[in-house]
T-cell receptor, first 116, second 116 residues
Framework: AQTVTQSQPEMSVQEAETVTLSCTYD???????LFWYKQPPSRQMILVIRQEAYKQQNATENRFSVNFQKAAKSFSLKISDSQLGDAAMYFCAYRSSGTSGSRLTFGEGTQLTVNP | DAGVIQSPRHEVTEMGQEVTLRCKPI?????LFWYRQTMMRGLELLIYFNNNVPIDDSGMPEDRFSAKMPNASFSTLKIQPSEPRDSAVYFCASSLLQQQYTGELFFGEGSRLTVL
């Protein structure tokens, strides 16, 4: 079974600075998808960014980018120019591209604090 | 367009009572998921439906839990009898078939259940 590990329970960053959240995963599959979801205090889960394993290019969405290292099974999220609204719990998630692809497996989460 | 709607937002009940959580997915979505979030176990997939049919219920913890989707616009998750260890936030999420292959699930705001 696939597992996702986020080794940083909490992180903090100064407003306007850059922060990187770590994620590693374990799988024997070669084709899969990886995601970062954001959960603000409102509790609603919001998709931040996705990466297809077959793509070598790292995904970027405005101030959010990933560093995808397939061989190392590492998938970190970089937030540039951090804003107060970025404060939230961030979850890394894995999804197989196979027949069980509908199941999203989440990491434990990293609580991000943004200091003014 | 309205997002995924869950009710109730908060439920406090006593051990042994029946609990029913409700979900209205986004109109037109053909997949529906129930997740449970706890501090100890993180986010767990309980069950998911495709076109109102349960596809994978391997995450349902035990027979006290049941889920139904009588039509495309409504689903329930029932716990009978409830126990204190069922206390958690329960999320409903929906997606379109195409989004299954990009991973984007749209989540509701969750139902926080407390069993005393």
């Amino acid at each position: 079974a696939q597992t996702v590990t986020q080794s940083q329970p909490e992180m903090s960053v100064q407003e306007a600075e850059t922060v990187t959240l770590s994620c590693t995963y374990d799988t024997s599959e070669s084709d899969y998808y990886l995601f970062w979801y954001k959960q603000p205090p409102s509790r609603q889960m919001i998709l931040v960014i996705r990466q297809e394993a077959y793509k070598q290019q790292n995904a970027t969405e405005n101030r959010f980018s990933v560093n995808f290292q397939k061989a190392a099974k590492s998938f970190s999220l970089k937030i540039s120019d951090s804003q107060l609204g970025d404060a939230a719990m961030y979850f890394c998630a894995y999804r197989s591209s196979g027949t069980s692809g509908s199941r999203l497996t989440f990491g434990e989460g990293t609580q991000l604090t943004v200091n003014p | 367009d309205a997002g995924v709607i869950q009710s109730p937002r908060h439920e406090v009940t006593e051990m042994g009572q029946e609990v029913t959580l409700r979900c209205k997915p986004i109109s037109g979505h053909d997949y529906l998921f129930w997740y449970r979030q706890t501090m100890m176990r993180g986010l767990e997939l309980l069950i998911y439906f495709n076109n109102n049919v349960p596809i994978d219920d391997s995450g349902m913890p035990e027979d006290r839990f049941s889920a139904k989707m009588p039509n495309a616009s409504f689903s329930t998750l029932k716990i009978q009898p409830s126990e204190p260890r069922d206390s958690a936030v329960y999320f409903c999420a929906s997606s379109l078939l195409q989004q299954q292959y990009t991973g984007e699930l749209f989540f509701g705001e969750g139902s926080r259940l407390t069993v005393l």
